[in-house]
């Protein structure tokens, strides 16, 4: 069993910068990939970035070169650095992490509110 925490968001001027954190409690040996996902209501979920066990990372078209993932040593904590951040980076984001497992057991955190206006 996987407990996520999520934490940094808030309000930030176009071009500015945010720091997200996901820190994640119990059974840490469990999870594989961690990452996030951003849904604004009524659109399509989508996959903002994610981190592998081994530090393999991956962004979406639309965070690339503005966005960075990172993962503490303990693997425990997942960091979504955003620079340059733009409007339609206004939504709310989900921290997951996926269990070694399967699907079934992914853990999902509550959501947390971005957003990006002067």
């Known amino acids: 069993q996987v407990q996520l925490a999520e934490s940094g968001g808030g309000l930030v001027q176009p071009g500015g910068s945010l720091r997200l954190s996901c820190a994640a409690a119990?059974?840490?040996?469990?999870?594989?990939?961690m990452g996030w996902y951003r849904q604004a209501p009524g659109k399509q979920r989508e996959l903002v970035a994610f981190?592998?066990?081994?530090?393999?990372?991956n962004y979406a078209d639309s965070v690339k070169g503005r966005f960075t993932i990172s993962r503490d040593n303990a693997k425990s904590t997942v960091t979504l650095q955003s620079i340059s951040l733009k409007p339609e980076d206004t939504t709310v984001y989900y921290c997951?992490?996926?269990?070694?497992?399967?699907?079934?057991?992914?853990?999902w955190g509550q959501g947390i509110q971005v957003t990006v206006s002067s």
């Open positions: 997951f992490a996926d269990h070694k497992r399967g699907p079934d057991y992914t853990a």
């Open positions: 119990g059974s840490i040996s469990s999870i594989a990939t």
């Open positions: 981190i592998t066990a081994t530090d393999t990372t």
